[in-house]
């Protein structure tokens, strides 16, 4: 097995590429990150760490905007975020220069993915070790869409989706609690499945939201009070178990 | 024939354009719009090679767009004048750019400013500025009647004396002309003074 991890381009036996996997685990080394499509709305909640007191956390901001209706979050090696991200900029004006048009989400998502994609079939290069979730409306038919891509390449679209440290407890409680929703109730569902993992508090997470009008970054007050409402929603909703149980 | 011509004013600047498209004797239509809006706060009024202006102006656009996605603040007005000249002075010596262009932007903190920029790169940052056979005019009038802090209206009629002289005196000058204004609100039309409807 150990003469099959040191370089990309070579297959294990049983059809593994180790560089890829071994990316994946970066990306889950990497802090959460959540997205969830409601019918209007796509909300983006990634964690954040408040460990560094001395750094001034406006200028680590890890959900991006690539064009105007299109942002993405991710998780993993954020250096390698830097690069994939200046790339997916260039593409989208480049897109707009040559054809007149914006991107559709599908199109700069699978241009993400084929980048990715070629630094698993190279010599001498690794990985970049981030998977991203991408969100954005259609700029001709306004649908909302959310997709993620991964090292190996692949992409695909999700109602809602995680990724990063504990993605799997987080996906399960999206799998678990998704219904359609639009406007404050998706911003509410991204925390709420940020919550699981995440330690509570506005500080500790960071949120935005695309609508038709764009991406607005939301502010710690504003997260802090959905925070808040969540925790009461979840106390009224303990209390309501415990008092019929009271009542025989 | 075509002719692009622009003025500073108290905290605004004004671009003016001809809006023909000829191609030697023919006009393939009098309402060709050559004053780009770069961004929310800039316009790029462009004369010269039709194909090498939507070129080159798409092109400093688009970059103009990049450099905000990057950096996450807009270009400022002599940042993106100086983009221009670098552009076209690089491809001066290989492929030059056969356009002449007049930048009016308005910057938070420097306010309303106006950037004559013509195919060899030349760049001089100027009150008044004027491309074309129509320069010849539209300067000689701005000369006379321009001062400094013109509000709006000033200026326009000072627009419209210029563009009554290019109609007058020019021996094939163009039909219609559109007036664009950027100030603190943004860039935009402002108005548009038409001979004939296309």
Redesign the interface.
């Known amino acids: 097995m150990a003469r099959y991890d040191r370089a990309i381009t070579v297959f294990s036996p049983d059809g593994h590429l180790f560089q890829v996997e071994y990316a994946l685990e970066a990306v889950r080394k990497g802090n959460a990150a959540v997205g969830v499509r409601g019918t209007d709305t796509i909300v983006l909640g990634v964690e954040k760490k408040s460990t560094v007191k001395l750094q001034d956390s406006r200028s680590v901001?890890k959900i991006v905007?690539?064009?105007d209706h299109i942002a993405l979050a991710c998780a993993g090696l954020k250096a390698d975020a830097r690069v994939l991200i200046?790339r997916a900029?260039?593409e989208?004006?480049?897109h707009?220069?040559t054809v007149e048009d914006p991107v559709t989400v599908e199109y700069i998502t699978r241009y993400i993915a084929g980048l990715q994609q070629k630094y698993t079939q190279s010599g001498g290069v690794r990985p970049f070790g981030l998977s991203t979730l991408i969100v954005g409306f259609d700029p001709y038919t306004g649908v909302p869409s959310l997709y993620q891509t991964d090292p190996s390449g692949t992409f695909s679209a999700w109602k809602a989706n995680a990724t990063g440290r504990n993605s799997n407890s987080m996906r399960e409680f999206l799998e678990k609690n998704y219904k359609e929703t639009s406007g404050q109730e998706t911003i509410k569902l991204a925390i709420r499945a940020l919550l699981e993992v995440v330690e509570s508090g506005g500080k500790n997470i960071e949120v935005a939201v695309m609508t038709t009008e764009g991406l607005r970054q939301l502010e710690e007050a504003e997260i802090d009070a959905i925070v808040a409402e969540i925790e009461a929603e979840k106390a009224a909703a303990e209390a309501a178990k415990k008092a019929p149980a009271k009542e025989t | 024939m075509e002719c692009v011509f622009g003025m500073v004013g108290k905290g605004f600047a004004l671009v003016v354009a001809d809006t023909s498209a000829v191609n030697s004797i023919l006009v393939h239509k009098s309402n060709e719009d050559k004053i780009m809006v770069l961004d929310s706060h800039k316009l790029m009024g462009a004369s010269g090679e039709a194909g090498d202006r939507a070129q080159f102006t798409e092109y400093v656009q688009k970059n103009v767009a990049l450099y905000q996605y990057r950096n996450g603040i807009p270009l400022t007005t002599k940042a993106a004048a100086n983009f221009m000249r670098g552009e076209l002075a690089t491809a001066l010596r290989k492929n030059p750019y056969m356009v002449n262009i007049v930048l009016a932007g308005f910057d938070r903190d420097t306010g309303p400013s106006l950037y004559f920029i013509d195919y060899i790169a030349t760049l001089h940052k100027v009150d008044k500025a004027a491309f074309g056979y129509g320069s010849y005019f539209a300067l000689s009038m701005m000369d006379r009647h321009y001062h400094q802090d013109m509000t709006v209206d000033e200026a326009i009629r000072l627009a419209e004396q210029c563009i009554e002289e290019i109609r007058s005196r020019l021996v094939v000058a163009p039909q219609n002309f559109v007036i664009k204004i950027v100030d603190e609100d943004g860039a935009r039309e402002h108005s548009w003074r038409r001979t004939t409807r296309d």
Do not use: E
Request: a positive charge; proline letters at 0%.
């Open positions: 901001r905007s690539l064009d200046n900029r260039i989208c004006q480049s707009r220069l």
